[in-house]
């Protein structure tokens, strides 16, 4: 039995393999500057954040159709049924495919169309978060918000992502009001690259109920014991962390940390075909590399069913099932 965790921090253009990439060109007949595979996979050493995301923006202009979309979400769940995920909060950059002259309807009703493809299939229940943009203008957020509201698209929340140093969440504050006062969940990356201020500032500006990353909070001690008081959900990625070098080494990773001061950690795979691997990658790569018992992988597991926007019915069968897996690993609770 895998481990059933729910997948909380993931972004679907970030599920795109270089062979996706690449073939998907061909087929829509986008020019991308790399010639073949090879060079392609040459592009994936990053020095920081912002040198993964000019790839990883360069790399979605593949997709163009609701076919596309459609695609590219069924095989991440396929890929990730097999990871152990049983439960996705999908995030997209809605900016990213309108300003290509993409509809926002072809993208989300792709998407969608994915996500019920999956869930029949491998019974992987979802959500579906649009990701803002945080070096676009709050304007260009705020507009696109508006028209999903407007025309009723399918979104269960809003997030902010992109360049983090220099754009602080307090810029986008009305944007976060307009999705709270619409229903919407609200999530923001904080604290990947950025202080621990930017993160003050989600919780107490954007009012989020998690935060995307957040690992710079234990440079602030009150704010860790603020978190830990509130069970604030971070999303943690332990394999994008190394990879965009805001951790030297897996073995350097504060997840460990985090989880003995009592944070609410879980993880997530984030960029999954840019960072070298699935959610189970990461299990792999912090249980090996940080040593984390039987009963801290259960731990991860239920922070990340508890920080979900699932029903209580849906988060207790769930946790039912972590249960269900430390028994069968021969451990008490
Ligand atoms: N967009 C895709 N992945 C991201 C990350 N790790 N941080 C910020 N924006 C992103
Ligand atoms: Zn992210």
Request: include cysteine.
């Amino acid at each position: 039995m895998k481990l059933p965790v729910a997948e909380l921090h993931i972004h679907l253009e970030g599920t795109l393999e270089p062979e996706a990439i690449l073939r998907l060109a061909e087929q829509n007949d986008i020019k991308l500057p790399w010639p073949s595979l090879e060079h392609l996979r040459e592009q994936y050493e990053f020095s920081n954040l912002q040198s993964f995301l000019d790839l990883f923006y360069t790399n979605l202009a593949v997709l163009r159709t609701r076919a596309d979309f459609h695609e590219i979400t069924l095989a991440y769940l396929r890929r990730s049924d097999a990871a152990g995920v049983r439960h996705v909060e999908l995030f997209f950059d809605p900016q990213a495919h309108q300003e290509r002259g993409i509809e926002l309807g072809e993208v989300i009703g792709g998407i969608r169309a994915g996500l019920k493809e999956g869930e029949e299939r491998f019974g992987i229940t979802h959500k579906l978060i649009a990701c803002f943009w945080r070096h676009a203008p709050a304007e260009s957020a705020m507009e696109i918000l508006r028209t999903l509201v407007a025309e009723g698209h399918d979104v269960d929340g809003i997030g902010l992502d992109s360049s983090e140093l220099g754009y602080p969440p307090i810029l986008f504050q009305d944007v976060f009001a307009y999705a709270r006062a619409n229903g919407m969940h609200v999530v923001a990356h904080a604290g990947e690259e950025g202080p621990p201020e930017y993160i003050i500032q989600a919780l107490d500006l954007l009012k989020v109920k998690r935060i995307d990353h957040g690992i710079r909070c234990l440079e602030d001690d009150a704010l860790v014991q603020r978190l830990v008081k509130e069970r604030m959900p971070l999303t943690v990625c332990p394999l994008s962390n190394v990879r965009l070098r805001t951790v030297n080494t897996m073995a350097d990773h504060p997840l460990k940390t985090m989880l003995d001061r009592g944070l609410n950690v879980s993880i997530h795979s984030d960029d999954p075909a840019y960072f070298g691997g699935y959610l189970d990658a990461n299990f792999e790569a912090v249980k090996r590399e940080l040593g984390l018992s039987t009963s801290e992988q259960a731990t991860l597991a239920k922070n990340s069913i508890e920080s979900s926007f699932l029903d209580e019915a849906g988060k207790s069968s769930l946790t039912a099932q972590v249960d269900e897996w430390l028994a069968a690993e021969g451990q008490d609770r």
